[in-house]
């Protein structure tokens, strides 16, 4: 599975921007989709995460309800919008894809096997 993440860019503090993950290659029957970041000097954190159909999702306190991920299966793409945005949201955004999940997604890094090259959101004041 490939992955391309894409829509990063600069925005002011509360501002928004939209990234998107697609999806190639190999198909499984069902996978869970999530989203991460990393910080200069920071390790990598968990962001949000769905579920194959779309029915469950999670997300890291320092995002709810700021930030919505969504999935369109018939186009292999799961998308972020991330709203109100602050500075400490800059980061590498990666999308990552977990087979053989069908319930709830995974929230921990090792539970995904196929990472997206990453894409740069830079969050100013």
């Known amino acids: 599975v490939q992955l391309q993440a894409s829509g990063g860019g600069l925005v002011q503090a509360g501002g928004s921007l939209r990234l998107s993950c697609a999806a190639s290659?190999?198909?499984?029957?069902?996978?869970?989709m999530g989203w991460f970041r990393q910080a200069p000097g920071k390790e990598r954190e968990f962001v949000t995460a769905i579920s194959w159909s779309g029915g469950s999702a999670d997300y890291a306190d320092s995002v709810k309800g700021r930030f919505t991920i969504s999935r369109d299966n018939a186009k292999n793409t799961v998308s972020l919008q991330m709203n109100s945005l602050k500075p400490e949201d800059t980061a590498v955004y990666y999308c990552?894809?977990?087979?053989?999940?069908?319930?709830?997604?995974?929230?921990?890094?090792?539970?995904?096997?196929?990472w997206g090259q990453g894409t740069q959101v830079t969050v100013s004041s």
């Open positions: 290659g190999r198909t499984y029957s069902s996978y869970a």
């Open positions: 990552a894809a977990a087979p053989h999940f069908s319930g709830s997604p995974p929230v921990d890094s090792y539970e995904y096997n196929y």
